[in-house]
């Protein structure tokens, strides 16, 4: 069975400071995964996503995230916060198999940004 | 660009009316998913349609109906709805990239049941 663990619901952080928002994963197959992001009253958008090849993955808005295999983690950062990231954010796992087209999301992780 | 298109985007129900969340993407995508979403729960999937023709379970079915009219278009319905229910709806899609496909979500309908 495939899962994501996002540790901390809420993390608050000042403008300008580093984000690192946690991604924890278990699959039993190589895994593809996905972080994105939920502005308020709005669907949810892909910020980037680790398939295959360089484990430092780059998205959008300055966001990127390391997969590790070794600590089965995929965790998002970006070196300086905006007003604007102010959202939530949910890490997603597609491993495939028997589970083939069924993404497994975390439970998010809203992110506050103060002044 | 249309994208995902949910409708209604607000309903009030009573417990024990039915009804149905309509969707349709103009992507030309041959997946296509429907999940709920509770505060502190993430997404959890309760359907999905892999192609026109096909569906299958995913983590919450029970309670929900679907239909896959056709490539573009796939329901979501409740036929008896309860307090449980009560959730924001998310219909998806996917294109042909296999693992490696994003999810193009639309907007949301917000559903409450009294």
């Known amino acids: 069975a495939q899962s994501v663990t996002q540790l901390g619901s809420h993390v608050s952080v000042s403008e300008g400071a580093l984000v690192l928002l946690r991604c924890n994963y278990s699959?039993?197959?190589?895994?593809?995964l996905f972080w994105y992001v939920q502005y308020p009253n709005q669907g949810l958008q892909l910020l980037l996503k680790?398939?295959?090849?360089?484990?430092l993955v780059k998205g959008i808005n300055g966001f990127e995230a390391e997969f590790k295999k070794s600590e089965t983690s995929f965790h998002l950062t970006k070196p300086s916060a905006h007003m604007s990231d102010a959202a939530e954010y949910f890490c997603?796992?597609?491993?495939?198999?028997?589970?083939?087209?069924?993404?497994?999301f975390g439970q998010g992780t809203i992110l506050t940004v103060h002044p | 660009n249309a994208g995902v298109t949910q409708t209604p985007k607000f309903q009030v129900l009573k417990t024990g009316q039915s009804m149905t969340l309509q969707c349709a993407q103009d992507?030309?995508?041959?997946?296509m998913y429907w999940y709920r979403q509770d505060p502190g729960m993430g997404l959890r999937l309760i359907y999905y349609?892999?192609?026109?023709?096909?569906?299958d379970k995913g983590e919450v079915p029970n309670g929900y109906n679907v239909s896959r009219l056709n490539k573009r278009e796939f329901s979501l319905r409740l036929e008896s709805a309860a307090p449980s229910q009560t959730s924001v709806y998310f219909c998806?899609?996917?294109?042909?990239?296999?693992?490696?496909?994003?999810?193009?979500f639309g907007e949301g309908s917000r559903l409450t049941v009294l």
């Open positions: 699959s039993s197959v190589p895994p593809y």
């Open positions: 998806a899609s996917r294109g042909t990239s296999g693992r490696a496909g994003e999810l193009f």
């Open positions: 680790y398939t295959t090849g360089a484990t």
């Open positions: 992507m030309n995508h041959n997946s």
């Open positions: 997603s796992l597609n491993a495939g198999g028997t589970s083939y087209g069924k993404l497994t």
């Open positions: 349609s892999a192609s026109e023709g096909t569906t």
